[in-house]
């Protein structure tokens, strides 16, 4: 089992840039596919990026342009990096873990953390 603490949420002005960080404990993080999802109030959850144990990695079409997702093995961390923060970027950003390949479906990631709170003002 893997647990999961995200951190590095906040407020920012747009335009501005965040980098999130997703902090694993517990056994065998390099077998794990990590995802970031967003929700916002009265959306849905939604799917940022993923990254596979490969390092390969997806996105959400309309945010790759401006969302990097990396991970450091060694340190059981994934990092999401924003940049050009629009205030509709504004969400509780969730770290995700799964076994299997890199997916954007919420349900096959059986691992989750609390979130972090992202807040872009305009």
């Known amino acids: 089992q893997v647990q999961l603490a995200e951190s590095g949420g906040g407020l920012v002005q747009a335009g501005g840039s965040l980098s999130l960080a997703c902090k694993a404990t517990?056994?065998?993080?390099?077998?794990?596919?990590v995802a970031w999802f967003r929700q916002a109030p009265g959306k849905e959850r939604e799917f940022v990026a993923a990254?596979?144990?490969?390092?390969?990695?997806s996105y959400q079409d309309s945010l790759k342009d401006r969302f990097s997702m990396t991970r450091d093995n060694t340190k059981k961390m994934a990092s999401l990096q924003m940049n050009s923060l629009k205030p509709e970027d504004t969400a509780t950003y969730y770290c995700?873990?799964?076994?299997?390949?890199?997916?954007?479906?919420?349900?096959?990631?059986?691992?989750w953390g609390q979130g972090t709170q992202v807040t872009v003002s305009s």
């Open positions: 517990g056994r065998s993080f390099t077998s794990y596919t």
């Open positions: 990254i596979d144990f490969g390092g390969g990695t």
């Open positions: 995700a873990a799964q076994r299997l390949g890199r997916s954007s479906s919420d349900p096959k990631y059986g691992y």
